[in-house]
């Protein structure tokens, strides 16, 4: 079965750093892209980050372009989001996701991480 396992939360200061990362199982996980969300409490889920297969291609919204990286370790099977400068609108359960597209497309969620970004 598909199983996204994320971990790396917690509670960190502002202008702190965390990484996060989501262990994937149950699926050929190199070929297909991945995705961070993240939701605050009482907010819309919303796409943090985006990352291609290969990891050759990257996507990320305005508000943590240059604080945030992701990437992958296919051998691993395991995506990562590198947070840094992190700012108390940061704070949210950051969930990873995947598409699977084989026969009739459907999206896998993990359980979520809660970060907490607070003085």
């Known amino acids: 079965q598909v199983q996204l396992v994320e971990s790396g939360g917690g509670l960190v200061q502002p202008g702190g750093s965390l990484r996060l990362s989501c262990a994937a199982s149950?699926?050929?996980?190199?070929?297909?892209?991945m995705s961070w969300y993240r939701q605050g409490p009482g907010k819309e889920r919303e796409l943090v980050a985006a990352?291609?297969?290969?990891?050759?291609?990257?996507y990320y919204v305005d508000s943590v372009k240059g604080r945030f990286t992701i990437s992958r370790d296919n051998a691993k099977n395991m995506m990562f989001l590198q947070m840094n400068s992190l700012k108390p609108e940061d704070t949210a359960a950051y969930y990873c996701?995947?598409?699977?597209?084989?026969?009739?497309?459907?999206?896998?969620w993990g359980q979520g991480t809660q970060v907490t970004v607070s003085s």
């Open positions: 996701k995947v598409v699977l597209w084989d026969s009739n497309s459907r999206a896998y």
């Open positions: 149950g699926f050929t996980f190199s070929r297909y892209g």
């Open positions: 990352i291609t297969n290969s990891g050759e291609s990257t």
